[in-house]
């Protein structure tokens, strides 16, 4: 089973809950984070998520949630990275996106999106609806 992309997926997430000797406890288990007690037996696990798909991991849809059923899906790379905690989303007019697939729905870059935001101080919604080289005054 050491070679079984979902049972390795299994492991980890209960050490990261589990285990203070594992190097990111403290991200998980040191902060609350859980999981569903069912989820101790691998059989069960399964059941609720099936297989692991090619090119995905295991993602907690809300970082503030533990692991069970419903806050868990199997997740490509670029899902993963959005939905990290560190990862602030931006509202406007009801639309929650990333900073950087704000850039992309307005023709600008990460970057630009960023610091109108965070280090000029804009407000959102100048921030999304200022063209591309419009200044900061």
């Given at each position: 089973m050491r070679h079984n992309l979902?049972?390795?997926?299994?492991?980890?997430?209960?050490?990261?809950?589990n285990r203070?000797?594992?190097?990111?406890?403290s991200d998980y288990g040191g902060k609350g984070i859980t999981y569903d007690p069912a989820w101790d037996k691998f059989e069960q696990f399964v059941a609720d998520m099936g297989e692991r798909p090619e090119n995905t991991t295991l993602d907690r849809i809300?970082?503030?949630k533990g692991?069970?059923?419903?806050?868990?899906?199997?997740?490509n790379h670029k899902e993963q990275s959005s939905n990290?905690?560190?990862v602030k989303?931006?509202?406007f007019d009801?639309?929650?996106?990333?900073?950087?697939?704000?850039a992309k729905k307005l023709g600008l870059s990460r970057g630009a999106i960023w610091n109108r935001i965070y280090k000029f101080g804009w407000d959102i919604e100048r921030a999304v609806t200022t063209p591309k080289g419009g200044k900061a005054h």
């Open positions: 979902t049972y390795n997926s299994w492991k980890s997430f209960r050490a990261r809950c203070a000797t594992v190097c990111n406890y809300d970082n503030s692991y069970f059923k419903e806050n868990c899906r199997w997740a990290r905690s560190c989303m931006i509202t009801g639309v929650t996106l990333n900073a950087l697939d704000w």
